[in-house]
């Protein structure tokens, strides 16, 4: 089956879903527009922008503030959480209102926050060429990429999970997944955890999580793994089709991608994102956003910081 035939396919298998909450007046029905449940701008947080902010001891904010706006990377596929509407290009989610409450602490209105889809394999590059000054977008902090980039945060904890067919009874943790076909998206951390610690799956991989997700709605494979957070957004877009099964199997912390080198930056992102936890803003955002696919506020974790490269 080609690429083409399979997103039609999987427009047609997500279709009566979305006609059925059209139907029923629970929200906009016309598919490639946000989830039905999805983040309504009018329950967004306003972020309180620091005006006065001054950074001079980071190259980023300083290019950044004299370019006019920042530039984050981030995904648009990634319902609840990172998500672009293709009609109005506007991003959406948990991540999308981190990048905007962190951004406002460090001077940057909401016009002055401009998105860049960029996939999980092409995270660290990206920062490194300077084709975005910050990354938020599901971005797994660990000890390989701090080697290539720095970390502020975490914001959030995430955990690796198993997305399959409501039809299928088969598969409810990784060990199920000996000699059934699994896909994640190339150069992610739970891409490499089946590789490393299940070999017997059969794994596949894309650069996003919905190729994958057309490729499990359309029998190609049979399972799709990443953070429950990603995946949750998935089954709540179509809870008769997908389902989540069994108990997150790792940790994900979630980080705000930065220059390696850029050690000012990535503490200043630290303490706004302190400040964003104490006054309330990240539990607003994570109601308006995340919260709607079913998952529970963990508490953020503690911010690292740690030392300067
Ligand atoms: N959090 C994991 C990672 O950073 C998976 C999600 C993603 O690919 O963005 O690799």
Redesign the pocket.
């Known amino acids: 089956m080609t690429f083409r035939t399979r997103r039609v396919l999987t427009a047609l298998l997500l279709a009566p879903i979305v006609l059925l909450a059209a139907a029923s007046g629970a929200g906009c029905g016309r598919p490639g527009s946000p989830p039905v449940k999805g983040p309504s701008p009018g329950a967004l947080p306003r972020y309180r922008v620091d005006h006065s902010f001054r950074l001079p001891a980071s190259p980023t904010w300083t290019a950044a503030r004299e370019r006019g706006y920042l530039v984050v990377g981030a ?1 648009e596929d990634q319902p609840y959480l990172g998500e672009r509407d293709p009609a109005t290009g506007r991003y959406s989610g948990f991540d999308i209102e981190i990048a905007r409450m962190t951004a406002a602490s460090l001077g940057f209105g909401p016009k002055e926050v401009r998105f860049r889809t960029i996939a ?1 394999a092409n995270r660290e590059t990206a920062l490194q060429n300077g084709q975005i000054d910050t990354y938020v ?4 902090i660990n000890a390989k990429r701090k080697k290539l980039v720095g970390f502020a945060g975490p914001y959030y904890m ?1 955990g690796q999970s198993l997305l399959v067919r409501t039809d299928e009874h088969g598969i409810e943790g990784p060990r199920d997944l000996d000699g059934r076909r699994v896909c994640s ?1 190339a ?4 891409y490499q955890r089946i590789k490393d610690d299940y070999p017997r799956a059969e794994l596949v991989a894309y650069d996003t ?1 919905s190729v994958c997700v057309d490729n499990l709605l359309t029998f190609q494979v049979d399972a799709v793994t ?2 429950d957070t ?1 995946l949750l957004g998935y089954a709540a877009k179509a809870p008769d089709a997908l389902k989540v099964v069994g108990r997150p199997f790792s940790k ?1 912390p ?1 980080g705000i991608g930065v220059p390696r080198d850029d050690n000012a930056l990535r503490f200043a992102l630290d303490d706004a994102l302190v400040a964003r936890e104490k006054n309330g803003d990240w539990q607003r955002a994570y109601d308006a956003t995340l919260g709607l696919s079913g998952r529970k506020a963990t508490p953020a974790p503690p911010v690292d910081r740690y030392p300067a490269n």
């Open positions: 995904k999980s977008g599901s971005y797994t995430a998206a150069g992610s951390t739970p999580y990443t953070d990603i994900e979630y």
